[in-house]
């Protein structure tokens, strides 16, 4: 069970780097979807991997660490909202400047009159 | 539990007021413009007073914790204060209250809901420096982000989406990687408390030492991110610059919140940097060079800028590699040295955006393109106060920067590699003069044509005089250096006092034994449930 998780969050990060560092702000938006993905079930991990057991000590011997659930169930709700933001972010991005590039559009100066007296005087 | 001190539940207070006034402001709504401000206006006055009372509260040097509903400290949700937070709490409110009288001379009016997202910034930003756990702090920064992204997007337009965009990206990955670092340093210790972090983190296991290591060096990474560490500081250029003039200078505090979390984990909890066996020293070998480069980064993008906003963002990187060469001494003469400058260059930092503003709208073609163009109206108050902060940032005397800048080289005379950190410190300085000076002469100087700019009678007065007001302070935070450094040089001893901290959060007889058993193998599932935090963080 160890080995299917542990490469469970490898490959999605990987995956999520690779689409991450893509220019085109959907494979972005899927790739951060997917690193969150990687990262709630790492940190599910971090309170050991432990089948068939309650969250609470219930006088039995053995339990498992409700922590993490609680620490996964708060980075869900917020990479969500994130989520979300970041699609609509996106597509404003779009609708606005017909690209769905993720550069930063190229900064123009105001048009310069007096070309030449910019070059002499500084 | 200890007796409760006088100030004790007014902790949770800079968390609690933004958060009612943020509703608030919701349920107002744009309806009425006027009722907002005065909201807004009362309720930052309130915070900047709550602030100022628990700063004097905890000036006696305790350290004070507030453990909501009651749970026993590793087990429940803490908020902690002491001078560090304090201070930082009285910053944030004073700079948000100057933000906020200038942006109410109209900036508001450009977005929906600016007041609500300025509340919820305040949220965000007090709670990261109350809270006494490192999930809060992951809570508290997303808050804090949620609603800079909003505040980032006011006033809309391509430029900014875009910017918007990568800066919500980036701080995606950011968060990412705090949890990663949450998930490895839970993994091992157990525990999130910082308190209790800090007297576990101290037993680990040596075959557990790599995976800790490795938390506190992503965390390392994050905070990185968020104070604009170069090679991490990309973002902050291209957000600040498309953000509008009063949210950039409310930002100013952002990037200080990294520098905090880096004082208060690396410094209170994981280890007084003394010791050689401390987590802070894994950390510390990386943080003065990295500044050094930030500085430099920034001096050189300060020169190169095409445009004054570009000229204030870089500034804010170039300040933040001399803040963190500072901190990355972590003994009690280099955070003196980084409080000080922290406090200096987030007054100074906001002012340059503000001025910039006042200027860029006065220039209705080149706005702050750094070209010669059409004088503007008022241009000798706003040249008087654009030199005036010049001076503060470049940190040539009377204004605070001086000191500041001073104390950080006094207390690297005895650093590993001194000639290189005041090289690059006194070589940046001349780079930002010739920067400034440059930037100054264009826009007021190498004037051709109409005035352009509202004349005296139409102008508001207001958002010159927060300007004014803040280069006040800067001149004040120099006057009264003596004062202010005693008060910050016992900040900065009490802020690498990690026993005293633990003491004050988990009580003084409980920390050397845990009453849990956290000290069983860890091995399988017998890590400690918490029930509090579960109730507590949803």
């Known amino acids: ?122 | 539990m200890t007796a409760p001190h006088l100030a004790t539940s007014w902790i949770i207070a800079p968390a609690i007021l933004p958060a009612i006034t943020a509703a608030i402001m919701i349920l107002v709504r744009q309806r009425n413009i006027e009722i907002q401000r005065a909201f807004s206006v009362a309720s930052t006055l309130a915070l900047l007073g709550i602030a100022l009372f628990l700063y004097q509260a905890v000036s006696d040097g305790e350290t004070d914790a507030y453990r909501l509903g009651a749970w026993p400290a590793p087990y429940g949700i803490v908020l902690v204060i002491d001078r560090l937070s304090t201070t930082m709490l009285v910053l944030t409110a004073g700079l948000a209250l100057a933000v906020l009288l200038y942006a109410i001379a109209g900036w508001d009016r450009r977005g929906r809901h600016f007041h609500a997202l300025f509340h919820f910034q305040l949220l965000g930003l007090n709670g990261a420096f109350l809270t006494g756990d490192l999930f809060n702090l992951f809570v508290f920064f997303e808050v804090m982000l949620i609603a800079s992204y909003g505040l980032m997007l006011h006033g809309g337009g391509a430029k900014r989406l875009r910017a918007g965009f990568q800066y919500v990206a980036i701080n995606l990955i950011a968060s990412s990687l705090f949890l990663i670092a949450v998930g490895l340093i839970y993994g091992v210790t157990g525990t999130l408390n910082f308190a209790d972090l800090a007297v576990k983190a101290r037993a680990v296991a040596e075959s557990d030492q790599a995976l800790l290591q490795t938390g506190a060096l992503l965390l390392l990474l994050v905070f990185a991110i968020k104070a604009a560490f170069v090679p991490l500081h990309w973002w902050l250029p291209a957000t600040y610059a498309a953000a509008s003039a009063p949210i950039a200078a409310l930002f100013a505090i952002m990037t200080k919140v990294g520098a905090y979390a880096i004082i208060r984990v690396f410094g209170t909890v994981f280890g007084d940097g003394s010791g050689t066996d401390t987590l802070g020293a894994v950390v510390a070998p990386w943080i003065v060079p990295a500044a050094l480069v930030t500085l430099a980064v920034g001096t050189a993008g300060l020169l190169g800028a095409r445009r004054l906003l570009d000229l204030a963002a870089f500034n804010t990187v170039a300040s933040m590699g001399t803040l963190l060469i500072a901190i990355g001494q972590f003994h009690v003469d280099g955070l003196t040295a980084a409080m000080y400058y922290l406090v200096h260059s987030t007054i100074a930092g906001a002012a340059l955006f503000l001025i910039v503003d006042l200027i860029a709208t006065r220039r209705t073609l080149k706005l702050d393109a750094l070209l010669p163009g059409n004088p503007i109206s008022q241009a000798a108050i706003l040249g008087t106060l654009f030199f005036l902060v010049a001076i503060a940032v470049i940190g040539l005397p009377p204004l605070s920067g001086f000191v500041g800048k001073l104390m950080v080289l006094d207390a690297t005379y005895s650093a590993p590699r001194v000639w290189l950190i005041w090289g690059t410190i006194l070589v940046a300085s001349l780079m930002m003069t010739i920067g400034f000076g440059r930037a100054g002469s264009t826009i007021f100087w190498k004037t051709d044509g109409q005035t352009t700019g509202p004349s005296w009678e139409n102008t508001s007065k207001t958002p010159m005089l927060v300007v004014a007001l803040l280069v006040g302070a800067s001149l004040m935070l120099s006057v009264f250096a003596g004062p202010a450094v005693k008060a910050l040089n016992a900040t900065a001893a009490q802020a690498l006092d990690t026993q005293n901290y633990v003491n004050a959060v988990l009580g003084p007889s409980e920390n050397t034994e845990p009453e849990r058993p956290i000290t069983e193998p860890a091995d399988e599932a017998t890590s400690v449930p918490v029930p509090a935090e579960t109730l507590g963080e949803q």
């Open chain 1, 1 to 122: 069970m160890e080995l299917i998780v542990s490469s469970a969050i490898g490959l999605m990060t990987a995956a999520a780097v690779y689409l991450i560092l893509q220019q085109r702000t959907f494979p972005i938006v899927v790739g951060l979807t997917l690193l969150s993905y990687a990262i709630n079930i790492f940190l599910f991990t971090s309170g050991r991997l432990v089948i068939d057991e309650p969250p609470i000590i219930s006088g039995a011997d053995s339990y498992t660490d409700p922590l993490p659930q609680a620490l996964v169930l708060t980075a869900i709700v917020i990479s969500f909202g994130m989520t979300a933001l970041i699609v609509v972010l996106a597509l404003r991005g779009f609708l606005e400047t017909a690209t769905d590039t993720a550069d930063l559009p190229e900064d123009d100066l105001p048009e310069d009159d007096l070309p030449d007296e910019t070059e002499t005087a500084t």
